[in-house]
């Protein structure tokens, strides 16, 4: 049976969620303007398995229509669950809305969910947004090691030279993906710091450490 936008309509208005559910991933397979249009029902939907499926949805079909986007994925970081939350925060790092960025500072610091807080701060280095600076740095000192590796990562990727003293300690973390995105976050930022603690790593134990520290010295 072919996927019409009828179709895909009649499983989302159904009461039985394996349906729904069966209705998102149909969607895939229609005009993403379509689907954007569709999909905007599922987001609200009474169960957390539809909402989070719609809302990860986001992150693609939001390009159809950002405004309307930006107004859908604000409403969901504020959704009881925290996966929607989660899914909400990389769906607005994808589209790189740092209109939202008030809104996920919030959250990181009222919320206790770390899958949302890692979320969050994934999304602000995916957004390069300038004022995410001290929130990252806060990131940066959690108790949770997924989340200090990715904040090391987001704070490279925003180019702000003042993050190379707070990410330097972090080359001697026992962790070698830690020393890793040490080595890829410092190649971005430069400087004489920088560069000494690459010349470090360059002859790290781990040689995907030392790779990425020497390749990051022979483009500098």
Same mark, same amino acid.
């Given at each position: %049976?072919?996927?019409?936008?009828?179709?895909?309509?009649?499983?989302?208005?159904?009461?039985?969620?394996?349906?729904?559910?069966?209705?998102?991933?149909? %969607?895939?397979?229609?005009?993403?303007?379509?689907?954007?249009?569709?999909?905007?029902? !599922?987001?609200?939907?009474?169960?957390?398995? $539809?909402?989070?499926?719609?809302?990860?949805?986001? +992150?693609?079909?939001?390009?159809?229509?950002?405004?309307?986007?930006?107004?859908?994925?604000? +409403?969901?970081?504020?959704?009881?669950?925290?996966?929607?939350? &989660?899914? !909400?925060?990389?769906?607005?790092?994808?589209?790189?809305?740092? +209109?939202?960025?008030?809104?996920?500072?919030?959250?990181?610091?009222?919320?206790?969910?770390?899958?949302?807080?890692?979320?969050? $701060?994934?999304?602000?280095?995916? %957004?390069?947004?300038?004022?995410?600076? /001290?929130?990252?740095?806060?990131?940066?000192?959690?108790?949770?090691?997924?989340?200090?590796?990715?904040?090391?990562? +987001?704070?490279?990727?925003?180019?702000?030279?003042?993050?190379?003293?707070?990410?330097?300690?972090?080359?001697?973390?026992?962790?070698?993906?830690?020393?890793?995105? $040490?080595?890829?976050?410092?190649?971005?930022?430069?400087?004489? /710091?920088?560069?000494?603690?690459?010349?470090?790593? &360059?002859?790290?134990?781990?040689?995907? $450490?030392?790779?990425?520290?020497?390749?990051?010295?022979?483009?500098?």
């Amino acid at each position: %049976m072919s996927i019409t936008p009828e179709s895909v309509q009649q499983l989302l208005s159904s009461q039985d969620l394996g349906d729904r559910l069966q209705a998102l991933n149909k %969607m895939r397979q229609l005009e993403p303007a379509t689907a954007f249009e569709l999909i905007q029902g !599922a987001i609200v939907d009474k169960n957390v398995r $539809v909402r989070y499926a719609a809302v990860s949805q986001m +992150a693609t079909l939001g390009e159809q229509n950002l405004p309307q986007a930006l107004e859908v994925l604000r +409403a969901s970081l504020k959704d009881p669950e925290p996966d929607v939350q &989660a899914a !909400a925060a990389d769906a607005l790092g994808a589209l790189k809305l740092t +209109a939202a960025f008030e809104e996920l500072e919030q959250l990181y610091h009222s919320t206790s969910e770390w899958l949302v807080q890692l979320s969050i $701060v994934a999304a602000l280095g995916d %957004m390069g947004e300038p004022r995410a600076f /001290e929130l990252l740095e806060v990131a940066l000192q959690s108790s949770n090691e997924l989340i200090q590796t990715i904040a090391i990562s +987001a704070l490279g990727e925003l180019g702000d030279s003042r993050a190379v003293p707070a990410i330097v300690p972090y080359a001697s973390n026992p962790d070698w993906q830690v020393r890793y995105r $040490v080595a890829q976050a410092l190649a971005r930022l430069g400087g004489p /710091e920088a560069e000494a603690t690459l010349k470090t790593l &360059a002859n790290d134990e781990v040689q995907q $450490v030392a790779q990425e520290a020497k390749a990051a010295q022979n483009t500098h």
